[in-house]
């Protein structure tokens, strides 16, 4: 069975709820019941630790960050994450906005004192030198809203029957993969891995849930560790969520570039 729609706003919440949460008029009600189950109805505060290793690391890379996350009634979601490791990145703060033609991705450092837009020709780059980018990690907090999305046939992973879906980035968009392919077990409807694919159908990465790490919060199944591994570099990041809270009372005014010199004493 094959489905296709454009998606509207999250297309994948893997850190907040794992789970594709698309307005589909063409898929299995069944299957969109299944995916919604565990997805946070608005917000996600979540307290995020990277780290990476790997022959282009001298030695392990650290970061954490607080992530604040929020969908609204229009179908968009806006993320803004405040990092606090290492020190040189310390107060610095990322904010993504979903808009349309394309998201807008600000960034602010203190040692600059100056809020400064990543372009769309950057959103493929190393994100504080971590292997995720700024692009995997707002389409991890679920912001390709341009993106276009095929359910494919079934897979068994490991022994578990998946649902699969394909998904790709709009035409015209600098975006560094041709198709991201992303397997949700058909119980839980948790996804389990996620493989991005380059120009010319080159695994360039994959994002593995640890199963072992899932728990309840709020009634809603959330994973708390992920492994992210780059094939061309050869190097992991493995992304822990230490603490997360859902669906409780975030301001829109955490989402105002023009606010984001002024963030402080929220952490």
């Not at 080159?202 to 094939?231: C, W, Y």
Request: net charge negative.
């Amino acid at each position: 069975m094959k489905s296709r729609t454009t998606i509207r706003g999250a297309i994948l919440a893997l850190l907040l709820a794992h789970a594709i949460n698309v307005l589909a008029s063409d898929i299995d009600p069944k299957i969109e019941e299944c995916i919604r189950k565990n997805a946070p109805k608005s917000t996600a505060i979540e307290k995020i630790r990277l780290t990476s290793e790997g022959l282009m690391y001298e030695e392990e890379q650290a970061l954490s960050a607080k992530v604040y996350w929020k969908h609204s009634s229009a179908g968009t979601s806006n993320i803004l994450a405040l990092f606090d490791e290492p020190d040189d990145i310390l107060g610095s703060r990322l904010l993504f906005l979903e808009k349309k033609p394309e998201n807008e991705i600000y960034l602010y450092m203190p040692a600059l004192f100056k809020v400064r837009r990543i372009t769309s020709d950057r959103i493929s780059s190393s994100m504080y030198g971590m292997d995720f980018s700024y692009e995997d990690f707002q389409f991890m907090y679920s912001m390709m809203a341009t993106a276009v999305t095929e359910q494919l046939p079934d897979a068994v992973i490991d022994g578990k029957p998946m649902y699969v879906f394909a998904i790709n980035p709009a035409e015209g968009k600098k975006s560094l993969y041709e198709t991201i392919y992303s397997y949700l077990d058909k119980n839980s409807c948790i996804v389990q891995k996620v493989e991005f694919y380059e120009q010319g159908k080159k695994l360039r990465k994959v994002l593995v849930t640890e199963l072992a790490s899932i728990k309840t919060v709020n009634g809603i199944q959330v994973p708390h560790k992920f492994l992210m591994s780059d094939m061309k570099n050869d190097s992991k990041t493995e992304l822990t969520i230490i603490s997360v809270n859902i669906d409780s009372p975030v301001s829109d005014s955490l989402f105002d570039p023009d606010q984001l010199k002024e963030h402080r004493g929220i952490f």
